[in-house]
């Protein structure tokens, strides 16, 4: 019996290696084996290999209990990456149960995790630890959180109290800009020329990629790609970009900003970042239309001629300051025709009385020229929403004559109407002095014949 168990204690250090196991814990390391790429084993003392520029990572875990799928999820936990030696990538990847070999010979059934990462050209001589994430599930679905920290010791970097001082690193700014034309209307296609000026007087850059994107869903690119590419930029130079867009008839009146992502390497091979913004002002065509009303064709001085203008807003925009003025010599507009603002699709109505004078009245000319023919315009005035004013005139024209005296006509009709009252007089007695005779003559014969009754 004795000799049995010691025969079962001997298979089971020879199935099942030394790993330190502690409560609640699924996965170990296995600390007493060495594989391939080792040095040692962990309980010795293993120190990751570092050589042609990576540093090489083997982590052997051993299960205790059952894993879903025989699979593990390992994810590499690098450090601060502005302190870290290493080039900070996505290592993230699956590791299966496998049979291993190890040294000595033999194999070991365990899950092998191996990194191979590449260092920094930059990096700093010292002890950085990586901690390994591991992720995975019980036999029962129950999820598996562990993690191992190795530390990699670097000895082919720059010596931290030796290090020099940052250098400054080179900066790719816009320059300016051109938009043709400018501003661009709702519905044209337009032209950006970009110019791009690399700031450092010491560093060219290399393998610069522009990607360009518009803050607008009514612009559309019409370049082959949003991405431009430029080999080289020496040291205080400027290059120039060319990006072309369409703009619908949507596109609101205002500016829009075309965004800049530029990326480039420095003279070593360091990628560096910038942005830049281009502003692009998009105006709505105004289209406003005027019905004036026809002025009579003669008119005399001294008359005041009531005016109706009906204003019609057709564009897709605002329209402001919206008024209409009149100017002809003689014709002499009494207070102002202003509508104001006008939203999109709306009409209004403006009225004006215009007082007829003379056409000396009117500044501008000579005195000796009262009456006759008289020529101007009626023009509509409105404003966008930049403030910039537009103009739409009529021609008018039309003939003053002298006033008309009223008073003397009816003066002169006086005579003619008394004389028609005199005779309405004259009958309306003869017609009732007819009537009466009439009455007493038929009164009597009545009376005749009741006496001979």
């Given amino acids: ?21 502690a409560e609640g814990e699924t996965l170990a390391i296995d600390n ?53 030696p290493f080039v900070i990538s996505n290592y993230q990847k699956t590791v299966y149960l496998n049979d291993n070999a190890v040294g000595g010979g033999g194999t070991v059934s365990s899950y092998l995790v191996r990194f191979d990462l590449p260092l920094a050209s930059g990096r700093i001589n010292g002890a950085y630890p990586v901690t390994i994430d591991v992720l995975a599930a019980d036999g029962d679905g129950g999820a598996i959180r562990q993690s191992f920290t190795v530390y ?107 965004s800049l992502s530029i990326e480039y390497d420095n003279s070593d091979a360091i990628t560096l970042c910038s942005s830049g913004t281009v502003t692009v002002t998009v105006g709505q065509p105004l289209r406003v239309r005027m019905e004036a009303p026809r002025i009579p064709a003669e008119v005399n001085a001294g008359d005041t001629i009531p005016l109706a203008f009906y204003v019609m807003n057709l564009s897709r ?39 007829v004078g003379t056409k000396d009245m009117t500044e501008g000319c000579d005195g000796e020229d009262k009456y006759g023919c008289t020529n101007g315009r009626v023009t509509l005035v409105y404003e966008d929403g930049a403030g910039h004013e537009y103009t739409e005139e009529t021609e008018i024209s039309a003939t003053i004559n002298p006033p008309v005296i009223l008073v003397s006509a009816e003066r002169e009709a006086e005579p003619e109407k008394a004389g028609q009252w005199w005779i309405s007089i004259l009958i309306g007695a003869a017609v009732a002095a007819g009537l009466t005779a009439y009455i007493v003559a038929r009164g009597k014969r009545g009376m005749k014949n009741n006496e001979e009754f």
Wanted: hydrophobic share 40%; net charge negative.
């Fill in 32 to 84: 007493d084996n060495i594989y391939t790429g080792m040095n040692k084993p962990y309980k010795e003392g293993y120190n990751p290999a570092v050589a042609d520029g990576k540093a090489t990572i083997i982590l052997p875990l051993i299960a205790s209990g059952e894993i879903l799928g025989n699979a593990i999820t390992v994810t590499p936990n690098l450090g601060d990456t502005h302190d870290s």
């Fill in 317 to 355: 925009g605002t329209v402001y300051n919206v008024r209409v003025t009149l100017s002809a010599p003689g014709l002499i507009p009494i207070g102002a025709a202003f509508i104001g603002n006008m939203e999109a699709g709306t009409a209004m109505v403006s009225e004006m009385d215009v007082f």
């Fill in 1 to 21: 019996m004795k000799k049995i168990c010691v025969v079962l204690a001997v298979l089971l250090v020879i199935m099942w290696p030394e790993a330190a196991f």
């Fill in 152 to 258: 990699v010791t670097i000895k082919d970097g720059k010596n931290a109290n030796t290090q020099t001082s940052p250098k400054s690193q080179p900066k790719i700014i816009v320059g300016g800009y051109k938009i043709n034309p400018s501003p661009v209307m709702a519905g044209e296609d337009f032209t950006a020329v970009v110019t791009l000026r690399n700031t450092s007087e010491t560093q060219g850059v290399q393998n610069m990629a522009i990607t360009v994107s518009a803050d607008s869903p009514n612009f559309e690119l019409l370049s082959e790609s949003s991405t431009f590419y430029i080999g080289k930029l020496a040291k205080g130079k400027t290059t120039q970009i060319e990006i072309r867009y369409s703009t619908d008839l949507e596109t609101p009146a205002q500016r829009h900003n075309i």
